[in-house]
T-cell receptor, first 114, second 112 residues
Framework: DSGVTQTPKHLITATGQRVTLRCSPR?????VYWYQQSLDQGLQFLIQ???????AKGNILERFSAQQFPDLHSELNLSSLELGDSALYFC?????????????FGPGTRLTVL | ELKVEQNPLFLSMQEGKNYTIYCNYS?????LYWYRQDPGKSLESLFV?????AVKQEGRLMASLDTKARLSTLHITAAVHDLSATYFC????????????FGAGTRLTVKP
């Protein structure tokens, strides 16, 4: 158990819908990262937040957005869902460290778009 | 653009054998990570390598980093079935914890 929690574990929805995935980082971690893992794209970095502010963006679609709240939990919002958005979405967290960036991953949310 | 290439992508080996997984990356970095993922599960951190020549060992796994060659290796000694999983390397090229890219993963199957 990494200490990172994600809800829900599974989500089934229809095309065109909007969903919100939630992540709580490990106690004391200030950075939250979102990843998408699919069979065809592999593990892709989406976005990072540090202490409430967006820090880095990866391959995140415009239909997707995220935020980190004052209590450091984060939400990933996916809208206008398409079949291709079906994937495992991971959240990871890390402390701010000047020398390294070991990320601890949550259990993931499996999203199925029908 | 940063490329992180792992090979092989698929590896089937017999119990008791040794093998090495390679991770090549295309830009300067001295921070490399190895993760393990079991089917349907999350990623588990295995090793953090922070400097040229770094070597770390845990049980039957040993990881090393050569920053000049931009190469990391994950060596498996006397494989056992429990090591069957997908192994990812990840390279951090960011300055402030914000640019980590993963390889495609190596799916390892250890057969009895």
């Amino acid at each position: 158990d990494s200490g990172v929690t994600q809800t829900p574990k599974h989500l089934i929805t229809a095309t065109g819908q909007r969903v919100t995935l939630r992540c709580s980082p490990r106690s004391g971690d200030l950075s939250v990262y979102w990843y998408q893992q699919s069979l065809d794209q592999g593990l892709q970095f989406l976005i990072q937040y540090y202490n409430g502010e967006e820090r880095a963006k990866g391959n995140i679609l415009e239909r997707f957005s995220a935020q980190q709240f004052p209590d450091l939990h984060s939400e990933l919002n996916l809208s206008s869902l398409e079949l291709g958005d079906s994937a495992l979405y991971f959240c990871a967290s890390s402390v701010r460290a000047s020398s390294y960036n070991e990320q601890f991953f949550g259990p993931g949310t499996r999203l199925t778009v029908l | 653009e940063l490329k992180v290439e792992q090979n092989p992508l698929f590896l089937s080996m017999q119990e008791g054998k040794n093998y090495t997984i390679y991770c090549n990356y295309s830009t300067t970095s001295d921070r490399l990570y190895w993760y393990r993922q079991d089917p349907g599960k999350s990623l588990e951190s295995l090793f953090v390598l922070l400097s040229n020549g770094a070597v770390k060992q845990e049980g039957r796994l040993m990881a090393s980093l050569d920053t000049k060659a931009r190469l990391s290796t994950l060596h498996i000694t006397a494989a056992v079935h429990d090591l069957s999983a997908t192994y990812f390397c990840a390279v951090d090229i960011g300055r402030n914890n914000n640019d980590m890219r993963f390889g495609a993963g190596t799916r390892l199957t250890v057969k009895p």
